[in-house]
């Protein structure tokens, strides 16, 4: 049912810009508004024309798409969006440290990077300043 109504979508907006397209212009338009060639009130959006068959469709090709258009867009699908990873909730990583190997040797399992025993303390420089 979407697809349809988005081909008779495009369908209307190929015969509406024909339609305004092929429409003959209505008077001089604004230069010769603010010129001086006529005095009406409908002076200043050009001389009145008799409605002919293009104006009406225009007129009835617009409503057409406007409405198919509000009419897509309620039937749009929004779960498909994409969403940012900064609308998920921060949660810190939780992980545990892997057990020893058995008699106390440390592990050589590939996952632990991270040693579990302290660095050695030789060749640490001293925290005293020295002495003149």
Known sequence: MYTFLLILLIIDALVLATAVLLQAGKGGG?????GGASSSSDAFLGTRQAGNILTKASWWCGGIFIFLAFVLQLMSNRSNAPTSIL????TPATQTAPAPAVGGAPSTDIQSAVPLTPAPATGTPSTTPPQP
């Open 87 to 90: 609308d998920q909730a921060l």
């Open 30 to 34: 604004l230069a010769a508004s603010f």
